[in-house]
């Protein structure tokens, strides 16, 4: 007879959820350096049409990916506190989001 409390492997879907919330936050972060200095908007130029978004994009969902991958190889098969990961995630989210939002960023970006 199996307990009613048996942990389920939710690994794999809090690396998902977790590699979701660094991808925000990437963007949020990349976004304000590149709006904040000529030097990394130069660099976050992948695509001269579109100026620094094509790298704060493009590094951004590579990011996501990579820490989606590593966090799924890590936790794969196992149980984590998902409550935890949720939180963490929802906070580097909501930091992410605020990073884009124009005001915050004019008030970061001292302009």
């Given at each position: 007879m199996s307990s009613p409390r048996e942990a389920v492997a939710n690994g794999a879907a809090g690396a998902?959820?977790?590699?979701?919330?660094?991808?925000?936050?990437?963007?949020?972060?990349?976004?304000?350096?590149?709006?904040?200095?000529?030097?990394?908007?130069?660099l976050l130029t992948f695509y001269r049409p579109t100026g620094p978004l094509s790298g704060v994009s493009t590094i951004a969902i590579l990011l996501w990916l990579a820490a989606w991958?590593?966090?799924?190889?890590?936790?794969?098969?196992?149980?984590?506190?998902?409550?935890?990961?949720?939180?963490?995630?929802?906070?580097?989210?909501?930091l992410g989001l605020l990073?884009?939002?124009?005001p915050f960023e004019d008030l970061l970006l001292g302009k």
């Open positions: 998902a959820v977790l590699a979701a919330g660094l991808g925000c936050f990437a963007l949020g972060l990349l976004a304000v350096a590149g709006d904040g200095s000529k030097a990394v908007a130069r991958i590593a966090g799924n190889r890590l936790w794969r098969g196992k149980t984590v506190a998902i409550g935890k990961v949720s939180g963490v995630a929802f906070v580097l989210l909501a990073l884009t939002f124009p």
